[in-house]
């Protein structure tokens, strides 16, 4: 691809139409599969994301045995019933939401930050954040290519990691931070699953830019849960 190459208008609307049809996939088609084309795309946007200081802290294991995804499934389980717990009143509506798709969807990938291999460019006052929030954006390259392959992924992040951490074999230092749940769907939920389910509105755009300053006094934190 050439590097200069400028967008035209129609292809600008498909990003933006690509952007806003993304979603987070919980229901999946089970059986169907995802090509090995398909995943070398969505892995190549993967690592094409930002880093900082180039440091690429991500490191993603593909789960090919089927006993270790039903041991994955189960810690997650667990962690959804203390998330009920933890919730109180809202429990029981909880327990309705589908937070994962891991038995049924084609592909799951672990998440895992990598041991700290010591990167200071970028990271010499917030070095945990940073690392982190670099793992977030390689991830979002995976749920945009996800998309335009018209294929659902699902963040799952429900776990207890050390458990995960056990059942993946990782080293010190390493960190779980989620199961990508990729495959076939039947279709794209057209808004975030928990506003369709009543779980939680978006706060609006206007809502979250300032200027300049910290506006004065309490921001809504309203949104509860
Ligand atoms: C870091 C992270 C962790 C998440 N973990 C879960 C999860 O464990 N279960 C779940 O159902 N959704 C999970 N989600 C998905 C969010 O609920 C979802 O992105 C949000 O509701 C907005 O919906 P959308 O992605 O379809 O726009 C996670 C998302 C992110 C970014």
Not at 51 to 61: A, C, D, F, I, T
Not at 86 to 102: C, M, Q, T, Y
Not at 165 to 194: H, K, N, S, W
């Amino acid at each position: 691809m050439n590097p200069q190459h400028g967008f035209s208008a129609a292809e600008a609307e498909s990003f933006y139409e690509l952007v806003a049809s993304r979603r987070d996939c919980r229901h999946f088609k089970r059986g169907a599969p995802v090509e090995a084309a398909q995943l070398q795309r969505i892995l190549q946007a993967g690592y094409q994301s930002p880093s900082v200081g180039l440091m690429q802290p991500w490191r993603l294991l593909r789960i090919a045995d089927a006993g270790l995804r039903e041991a994955l499934a189960a810690c997650v389980e667990a962690e959804r019933q203390a998330t009920a717990a933890a919730l109180g009143p809202r429990s029981d509506e909880f327990l309705h939401l589908k937070v994962e798709g891991i038995k049924d969807c084609a592909e799951v990938l672990a998440l895992v930050l990598a041991p700290d291999d010591g990167t200071v460019f970028g990271r010499r006052t917030l070095a945990a954040e940073m690392a982190l929030t670099s793992v977030g954006c390689m991830v979002q390259n995976l749920w945009l290519a996800a998309r335009v392959e018209n294929l659902g992924l699902g963040w799952v992040s429900m776990f207890e990691p050390a458990e995960v951490g056990t059942l993946l074999r990782l080293p010190v230092g390493a960190q779980a931070l989620g199961l990508l749940c990729i495959g076939p769907v039947d279709e794209f939920y057209p808004a975030p699953m928990l506003t369709l389910e009543g779980w939680r509105t978006p706060r609006p755009l206007d809502q979250m830019m300032y200027t300049d300053y910290w506006p004065e006094g309490p921001e809504n934190t309203s949104h509860g849960n």
